[in-house]
């Protein structure tokens, strides 16, 4: 009856006009008020669109804010949503490792100190650093190389020149993902374009660019390792399991809620 009594004001003010009685023109405007009553039923669900529980326009929301589309079930989507929604800020790694769990990833933030070598209270010291070089190859994609004796890499001089240095260690360091471009098939010594005859057949030549992410090598420096970040599973070491077409949304949502002056040590397994 809303939508009536709105009519029944706007109508003019004479006896022709009134619809109080029962008559053709009240069942007239008692059939228009249908439509309104429509209307109002439509924007009081646009209400309902402020929760992610129960929003119609989870597409465009997740537009919003970032949400690539993956194979998640649809109550999977919303509460990806309502924790991204949520997300306030915060730097301990407890509200990190909240918000990750929460976007669907289970995994654990680890701290950089090997646990049990924190100084006492009261006591000035510092903590043993974890040593990013036995759990994290040294960049973002190439796999490092165990080294043994009689290997190039235990060489004198080489950076790797380290018994038992780097056992093929599947986490990775995930610091930015900024793409840099690169001049593709450059002509070297012993290449077929490099040939007699050949008109490329020029040393350092090119015939294109790529673009490909640039690569962050981790430290040797025991300086800098309390200036990482860890991320893997719930006991520190284990590999957490990552859905491989959630990868870059997961390493987005590292990037975007970890503090920006420590580099992440991602232990991950994509499955």
């Known amino acids: 009856m809303t939508f009536l009594n709105i009519f029944k004001h706007l109508l003019p003010n004479a006896r022709a006009w009134r619809i109080t009685t029962d008559k053709r023109l009240r069942e007239f405007f008692t059939g228009l008020s249908g439509t309104g009553a429509d209307v109002k039923?439509?924007?009081?669900?646009?209400?309902?669109?402020?929760?992610p529980q129960l929003t119609r326009e989870l597409s465009k929301?997740?537009?919003?804010?970032?949400?690539?589309?993956?194979?998640?079930?649809?109550?999977?989507?919303?509460?990806?949503?309502?924790?991204t929604w949520k997300a306030l800020g915060g730097q301990d790694p407890r509200y990190i490792q909240d918000t990750l769990q929460s976007n669907g990833f289970e995994v654990y933030v680890h701290e950089w100190w090997e646990p049990g070598t924190e100084a006492a209270v009261g006591v000035k010291g510092c903590a043993t650093p974890r040593n990013p070089?036995?759990?994290?190859?040294?960049?973002?994609?190439?796999?490092?190389l165990l080294v043994e004796c009689g290997e190039p890499f235990a060489e004198c001089g080489e950076p790797f020149?380290?018994?038992?240095?780097?056992?093929?260690?599947?986490?990775?360091?995930?610091?930015?993902?900024?793409?840099?471009?690169?001049?593709d098939l450059i002509c070297l010594a012993g290449e077929v374009v490099m040939e007699c005859g050949e008109p490329d057949a020029e040393c350092g030549?090119?015939?294109?660019?790529?673009?490909?992410?640039r690569e962050y090598i981790v430290p040797g420096n025991p300086d800098k390792w309390p200036y990482f970040l860890y991320i893997g599973g719930e006991t520190f070491g284990d590999l957490a399991q990552v859905e491989p077409n959630r990868?870059?949304?997961?390493?987005?949502?590292?990037?975007?809620?970890?503090p920006l002056q420590q580099w992440l040590g991602i232990l991950v397994e994509y499955t």
């Open 41 to 51: 039923i439509f924007i009081d669900r646009v209400w309902s669109d402020l929760s």
């Open 61 to 83: 929301w997740e537009n919003q804010f970032g949400l690539p589309g993956t194979n998640l079930s649809d109550q999977e989507r919303r509460d990806r949503l309502e924790a």
């Open 133 to 144: 070089l036995t759990w994290l190859r040294r960049g973002f994609f190439s796999s490092s």
């Open 161 to 183: 020149a380290e018994c038992g240095n780097s056992l093929n260690p599947q986490g990775y360091p995930l610091v930015n993902k900024v793409l840099q471009t690169t001049p």
């Open 205 to 213: 030549n090119y015939f294109g660019f790529v673009d490909s992410i």
């Open 247 to 258: 990868r870059d949304e997961f390493e987005a949502l590292c990037l975007k809620i970890c």
